[in-house]
């Protein structure tokens, strides 16, 4: 294996110059060409080629098929390496052609996105390992139904990192007898760790920037009810035939280990600690304390106070359940599934960064025939969905939003007020458009999420964490062949039913 994986650095390398060449030549073309195109901070995206996205296509497609080609514990052995290869296959030839505007565009995703987003993911990965439920689970469908179902209830309140984190081991203590458990997993995924967090900020993370950039706190709650409900309920009902289905295969038999221990949950003062996640979450969105500038990118100090709170509530939450503790042990608690998320995605945001980009640029970038099609919620919502369950989908929301915005002339100032404006008191038409926009948006950012492991990090957590138990899951591909089977005729369903 060591032979085969440094033929692939080596192809890495080979590679990372080639663009190196590519991207400079281009970029001293465009700056020929267009000397007064001059863009202020990051790179324009307008500058950039379709194919400058190919480090970012290629770290997708090697969290697909290298665990396929090697090991399926390929990423956990080796993940760090494959991020860090395709992060500077990228890195050099963008820093190399565009200098200081690169420098920023990679400073500015890892200090605004990807360290509050680790942050938030292991304050509440922490926090929420700490709390141990006890008792005697049997992974009946029954069973198996409530656990998902009160999963899917209090993720929008925890997040769907948080209630993933809480739940996801429970269920697979309660199946552990049980010969067939990955569609148990899947539509974990599905629930808990997506469609569940669409009922509040602190659910999911493209949520929190909407709420960040004016999106009333509750908006979400009535204008996503509808959509959360209707779906949930028909993945609930499909689950409980397929899981009954299953489960009758078998036997239909629980066995009994001569234990009946009664339920009860262990570690509640951790609820204290997730609550100061929670507290810590809304001041950042609530309070504006002014902002520090650290080589041109402003980074707010609220901000900066709610990571710091976070890490705080985490290592409360260590010191009281200790990592070595009894409890954390009893629960499996192990760093890996955290660390994997880490290093995988630390790729992932640093080779996002041209896709965005030019998305960003509209209809004067390498994508302008896309975003001109964009007219109605219909299309926002299918292009916010697919886009983000490949691209980050916080990020992808955000561009979308000030897509809907510049379309219909508006400013985020007026958004506040738009939002908290009952309907049917909208007098002018671009208001109730926007509405009707940023539910298709949001619709699409959360629920589409799920439909592969990286569109969503506790995704991908919840499938470490299950093939550390043993749970031999599917492959990316096989995973989103669970997802355009299950999920795509519902989300057309959706369609139909709500955005027409």
């Known amino acids: 294996m060591k032979s085969k994986i440094s033929f692939c650095l080596i192809l890495c390398i080979i590679l990372a110059l080639t663009l190196s060449v590519s991207m400079e030549t281009f970029a001293a073309d465009d700056a020929h060409g267009d000397e007064a195109a001059h863009h202020s901070g990051g790179v324009d995206g307008a500058k950039l080629p379709l194919w400058s996205i190919i480090p970012f296509v290629g770290i997708l497609l090697s969290i697909a098929i290298l665990p396929l080609v090697f090991d399926s514990h390929f990423l956990v052995h080796h993940g760090g390496k494959m991020s860090l290869a395709w992060a500077l296959i990228f890195a050099i030839p963008y820093l190399i052609a565009f200098k200081g505007e690169a420098f920023y565009d990679i400073l500015h995703i890892y200090l605004i996105d990807y360290i509050p987003f680790i942050v938030l993911l292991w304050g509440l990965f922490t926090v929420a390992g700490g709390i141990l439920v006890r008792g005697t ?72 920037l909407g709420f960040l950039h004016g999106v009333p706190f509750f908006w979400t709650t009535t204008a996503l009810l509808p959509h959360m409900l209707f779906i949930s309920a028909l993945l609930i009902v499909l ?54 500038n650290v080589f041109g990118v402003h980074v707010y100090w609220q901000n900066i106070a709610r990571d710091v709170l976070i890490v705080v509530m985490g290592l409360l939450s260590l010191k009281f359940t200790p990592f070595s503790g009894k409890l954390r042990q009893e629960n499996e608690f192990s760093w890996e599934p955290i660390e994997e998320v880490a290093k995988v995605f630390a790729g992932i945001f640093i080779t996002i960064i041209p896709a965005l980009a030019i998305l960003k640029a509209g209809t004067e970038g390498a994508l302008s025939g896309l975003i001109a099609a964009i007219q109605e919620p219909i299309h926002y919502f299918w ?34 007020v738009i939002l908290s404006t009952p309907s049917a008191q909208l007098t002018i038409e671009n208001h109730q458009k926007f509405v009707e926009l940023l539910t298709g948006i949001s619709v699409g950012a959360v629920f589409m999420g799920a439909n592969t492991y990286i569109g969503n990090a506790p995704n991908f957590m919840v499938k470490a964490i299950a093939e550390q138990s043993g749970i031999r899951m599917p492959s990316f591909f096989g995973y989103m062949l669970w997802s355009v089977v299950i999920l795509v005729p519902l989300f057309v369903i959706v369609t139909f039913v709500f955005l027409r």
């Open 383 to 416: 292009i916010t969905g697919v886009l983000s369950s490949f691209l980050d989908n916080a990020p992808t929301y955000l561009t979308f939003f000030n897509t809907a915005l510049g379309q219909l002339g508006l400013e985020e100032k007026i958004v506040p």
């Open 137 to 208: 689970l049997r992974g009946t469908p029954l069973v198996n139904t409530t656990l998902l179902l009160i999963g899917t209830v209090i993720a929008s309140w925890v997040g769907t990192t948080g209630a993933s984190m809480l739940l996801i081991r429970p269920l697979i203590r309660a199946n552990a007898y049980r010969k067939s458990k990955v569609h148990l997993i899947v539509f974990f995924i599905f629930l808990v760790s997506n469609i569940g967090g669409s009922l509040t900020p602190l659910g999911d993370p493209p949520l929190f």
């Open 239 to 292: 689950f409980f035939i397929l899981d009954t289905f299953m489960f009758k295969r078998e036997g239909g038999v629980v066995p009994d280990d001569g234990t009946s221990e009664p339920i009860r949950v262990d570690g509640l003062f951790n609820l204290i600690f997730l609550l100061g996640i929670v507290g810590a979450v809304l001041m950042s969105g609530s309070y504006k304390w002014g902002e520090v």
